[in-house]
């Protein structure tokens, strides 16, 4: 039995765990707590080799993978959609917890995985950084609202709604400036990003907390990640137009400003994008296209400093004080 290769899929819901064994055969439902991961955790120690995933689900898986994951346990958490197209091409129609369970598992058992990583300064950097941005959308809902608001009161309160919500996001934005100096990778890290022109604050926090994978990965895997790599579509004789598909979009969105920033302050980034404009910019309803060029600055952007974070990831485990004490 401890040989033997086991996948373990999880579906979560606020209150429930339902839990599928893969070849096994096995069903069991634990309480979505400490209790019951606790449970659970225990009937899975009989399998040293199980491999355990659960979907993404509004944060509700956090708890048992991390309890898995401090266990000893191989813990994933997987991309629901591609999970739900997988079941869609495996001829399963049907839907329920239980079911859900089983494709996850046989989903595991199919395809090669990335581990989950559980780092404290980086999860709790993602939860600022998540928040903030939340609260720069509400804050562009209430500007967005009250260009149509006559009514001298509601204005006010408008205004006032708006105030508000500014200071928030600079406590935040002090917040997520504390938070990576309080740690020394982080602090490091940032220290690298903030070199290359076109990146503040908000880029570093935001790239070291939802990228967590930057320098670790080749460019192509980078941009893949980010959503900035262009897709084939052709079929035969028929050559359609490359698209960018997928990827973190809060990640590109924020890549979006700086991006335009570099293209004017960074020459050699400038060059890059007015020759992917003379290139790849064609012309539409007698307008040149542009957004083609934007993304594939910002593709080389991520290149770059994917390039130098690797580099500061090797000088780091060359030189560990060295690296750490001069970035």
């Given at each position: 039995?401890?040989?033997?290769?086991?996948?373990?899929?999880?579906?979560?819901?606020?209150?429930?765990?339902?839990?599928?064994?893969?070849?096994?055969?096995?069903?069991?439902?634990?309480?979505?707590?400490?209790?019951?991961w606790q449970e659970l955790a225990e009937h899975l120690a009989q399998y040293p080799?199980?491999?355990?995933?659960?979907?993404?689900?509004?944060?509700?898986?956090?708890?048992?993978?991390?309890?898995?994951?401090?266990?000893?346990?191989?813990?994933?958490?997987?991309?629901?959609?591609?999970?739900?197209?997988?079941?869609?091409?495996?001829?399963?129609?049907?839907?329920?917890?239980?079911?859900?369970?089983?494709?996850?598992?046989?989903?595991?058992?199919?395809?090669?995985?990335?581990?989950?990583?559980?780092?404290?300064?980086?999860?709790?950097?993602?939860?600022?950084?998540?928040?903030?941005?939340?609260?720069?959308?509400?804050?562009?809902?209430?500007?967005?609202?009250?260009?149509?608001?006559?009514?001298?009161?509601?204005?006010?309160?408008?205004?006032?709604?708006?105030?508000?919500?500014?200071?928030?996001?600079?406590?935040?934005?002090?917040?997520?400036?504390?938070?990576?100096?309080?740690?020394?990778?982080?602090?490091?890290?940032?220290?690298?990003?903030?070199?290359?022109?076109?990146?503040?604050?908000?880029?570093a926090a935001t790239l070291l907390a939802l990228l967590p994978e930057l320098g670790t990965v080749c460019r192509r895997a980078i941009a893949a990640l980010v959503g900035v790599c262009p897709y084939d579509f052709e079929s035969g004789k028929f050559q359609g137009q490359r698209h960018i598909a997928g990827g973190r979009m809060p990640v590109r969105n924020a890549l979006y400003m700086p991006i335009l920033v570099a293209i004017r302050h960074n020459p050699g980034l400038k060059a890059f994008y007015e020759r992917c404009r003379e290139n790849r910019g064609k012309p539409q309803d007698g307008k040149e296209q542009k957004k083609p060029a934007v993304i594939a600055a910002m593709r080389k952007f991520l290149t770059i400093l994917n390039a130098k974070m690797r580099d500061h990831l090797i000088e780091r485990r060359n030189n560990p004080e060295t690296a750490i004490g001069t970035a």
């Open positions: 039995m401890a040989c033997l290769m086991v996948f373990v899929g999880i579906d979560v819901s606020r209150d429930w765990l339902d839990v599928h064994i893969h070849l096994l055969r096995q069903d069991l439902r634990v309480a979505n707590t400490k209790a019951g080799n199980a491999t355990v995933a659960a979907e993404a689900s509004g944060g509700y898986e956090k708890g048992v993978l991390r309890y898995l994951d401090a266990a000893g346990l191989d813990t994933h958490c997987l991309d629901a959609a591609r999970v739900r197209q997988f079941a869609r091409a495996a001829g399963r129609r049907a839907k329920n917890d239980c079911i859900d369970a089983r494709v996850i598992a046989h989903f595991i058992a199919t395809f090669p995985l990335t581990p989950a990583r559980f780092e404290a300064a980086i999860e709790r950097l993602a939860e600022h950084v998540t928040y903030r941005r939340q609260l720069v959308e509400q804050r562009v809902a209430v500007a967005n609202q009250a260009r149509m608001i006559r009514d001298p009161k509601l204005a006010r309160l408008s205004r006032s709604h708006i105030r508000q919500l500014d200071q928030a996001i600079a406590r935040l934005d002090r917040r997520l400036v504390e938070l990576i100096a309080a740690d020394p990778a982080l602090s490091a890290k940032a220290a690298v990003l903030l070199a290359v022109k076109g990146v503040g604050p908000t880029l």
